[in-house]
């Protein structure tokens, strides 16, 4: 039996048995692993770090090394049942274009963001003037992959721009809790938030 982060594990929850899934931003391959071994899915993934690749490829991963900003345009249409995106979309330099792709090549897209608007990110920048640190975001300013400083409602809004449907969502904190709140509430409690998506 794999362990996996709880973040991953509440992904790892929403897709099929036996689903085509493409893992963009894979990392070192925890959550492709699993659902490969677990769930027996036909899994793939991109990576854009060699480490990450190497890593991937030695548990034994089909995984490319590329980016979501431009090789997503690689795909065909409708080539996955599921394309996941972890806590990379504010990391991208065109999020609107990755979104969109995402629900091109897949049926389903399960995207998790880190949310700049709770009440620690905050109250950290009101009161200390500068760019917070916490447990979900846990980088200075300067060393962070995020550009893009997105709160819950930012998505929501882009995903209604782009005429998606959110068929679920899943605000939670940093250790996976799951929070039964409103987009509103979870704008100012959660840490983070998964997004299942369709066209």
């Known amino acids: 039996m794999h362990n996996l982060r709880p973040d991953l594990k509440l992904i ?25 071994r677990e769930k027996k899915v036909d899994g793939r993934g991109i990576e854009i770090s060699q480490q990450g690749v190497n890593d991937c490829v030695a548990k034994g991963l089909f995984v490319i090394q590329g980016d979501a900003d431009n090789d997503l345009a690689e795909y065909p249409d409708g080539s996955f ?13 065109r999020p609107q274009l990755v979104l969109s792709e995402l629900l091109r090549i897949g049926k389903h897209a399960v995207v998790t963001i880190p949310n700049f608007g709770q009440w620690k990110v905050r109250m950290s920048l009101a009161l200390r ?21 997105c709160t819950i409602l930012d998505l929501f809004d882009l995903i209604e721009e782009q005429g998606f449907r959110v ?6 904190t940093e250790a996976g809790k799951r929070l039964n709140l409103s987009p ?6 959660a840490d983070q938030a998964l997004f299942l998506l369709e066209r």
């Open 184 to 189: 509103r509430q979870a704008n100012w409690s």
């Open 129 to 149: 003037g500068r760019m917070p640190v916490t447990k979900a975001l846990d980088k200075t300013w300067y060393n962070t992959d995020n550009i893009h400083f």
């Open 167 to 172: 068929r679920e969502f899943v605000p939670h």
């Open 12 to 36: 790892a929850d929403m897709v099929e048995p036996g689903s085509r899934v493409l893992d963009v931003g894979c990392d070192d391959g925890a959550l492709l692993d699993y659902l490969v």
């Open 81 to 93: 049942d599921y394309v996941i995106l972890s806590k990379t979309l504010q990391a991208v330099h």
